[in-house]
């Protein structure tokens, strides 16, 4: 039976990670299997990157619990709430290697809650000094949800930072091809030319909206939570108010306009602002994708993927994941409404919500964007075939072109008419240019301009003006 128990536990400590084997074979304990993709040893750095990860591991978690209630505690004591001498023992005490991980996951398993657990251990290792004065005041959710918010205060600087690093690349693609003549496809069909560095300037301005929104949350989001039970202060005392600024300014938060026990509309926002990221990086994938494909050949990622069978192919890996991704973040997206559902000045199912929403939201978008980065800065740009898709049209793509140069002469409605009952005639494989030629009113009317009317890059309009305006607007702001 030993030996049984022995072999299951190898096998869970090699599929865990684990790297230790002698201690996996005299091991008797039962470790639980990573089952979900961001903690499993195969695949969640596919699933989020180390910096974002670092942000909501354990390990930060729980520091920055232990560092709200050192600033807790220094707060009080300069205002005499508790003595001087018992807050400096609680910030000897109330340090991440006093802390029994083994002990504070038991504990957590049985209350429900970490913190009741965390003071505990901070307590056995401070003594009275300690346990007498230790989160006076407060209560789990204030040390739990401060602690949240200087996650995201940190998250959203992260994304922030890869969001300037997208547009830069995407800023040198814009201007780059800013004349680089495409089709424009509407409903999956050839409109009229396009340049390959507008439609870049597209993505460029999402994202530099993305980081507008960041900036515009965070100081709603940027704020802490320390006013006791039920948000009112009674258990601080009269001193409350003060120490309640104080806890804030020493952690460079905001002070809240009132307590926000039941009120999350700010991390809300959050999932939603972050969420919004993701519609772009899956705008962007469907893009990258289609134009991707061997019948298209547009434009093909640096990168690639492998096939395990089919030696000739190479897949848009970027893209995949960021579609991908995109869709696993519009499920969180909706948790958004859900975290907001509280009753009174506090219920806990949403609250629990978020303790997976926001670190997954957050990790999902983080690996995007770091697929997007590595995408754009080896991105291969086929122009050529670019310029032979839109002649896959045989001209028919000009039509506009020639309808608005009829229309300066006899007006719009009558030009379209012209123009479209002349296609309506067109016989098969009839290119453009032989049903004008084909037309003596349309052939008189337009005369020695068919050339310059059929030729897309004189029919780019205004787009590389618009994108020189899109890239010096954005560049500013990075």
Known sequence: ???????????????????????????????????????????????????????????????NWLLYERVLASAQAKYGVIPKANARKI??????????????????????????????????????????????????????????VLEIRNALKLLDKQLADVIKLTAQLSEKYKRTVMAARTNGQQATPTSFGFRMATYMVEFYHHRQRIAELLPRVSIGQSTGAVGTLAATGPKGLKVEAEVNKQLNLNVPIIPWNASRDHFAETLAVVGLINGTLSRLATDINNWSRIEVGEVKEGEGGASSTMPQKKNPRASEFMSGLARMARVRMSGALEITDHADTRTGSPWIAEWSLIPEMFLITSESLNRAERMFSKLKVYPERMKQNLELSQGYSMSQAVMQYLAVKIGRDKAYKM????????????????????????????????????????????????????????????
């Open 419 to 478: 123009v479209k009952a002349a296609i309506k005639k067109a016989k098969p494989n009839q290119t453009f240019r032989q049903v004008i030629l084909s037309n003596p009113t349309l052939k008189k009317s337009i005369g020695d301009n068919l050339d310059r009317l059929l030729n897309p890059e004189n029919y780019l309009g205004a787009a590389p003006e618009m994108v020189d305006r899109a890239v010096r607007t954005v560049k500013k702001g990075i």
């Open 1 to 63: 039976m030993n030996k049984t128990i022995a072999a299951v536990t190898t096998t869970i400590y090699l599929i865990t990670g684990c790297c230790n084997v002698a201690q996996a074979k005299t091991s008797t304990n039962t470790i639980a299997p990573n089952v979900s993709v961001f903690d499993s040893a195969i695949y969640r750095d596919l699933f989020g990157t180390p910096e974002m990860r670092s942000i909501f591991s354990d390990e930060n978690q729980i520091k």
């Open 91 to 148: 910030e000897q005490a109330a340090q991440f290697k006093n802390i029994d991980i083994n002990a504070l996951r038991a504990g957590t398993n049985k209350v429900g809650r970490p913190i009741k657990t965390l003071i505990k251990l901070v307590n056995k290792k401070g003594g009275r000094a300690v346990s007498n004065y230790l989160h006076w005041g407060s209560t789990t959710q204030d040390v739990m949800d401060t602690a949240t």
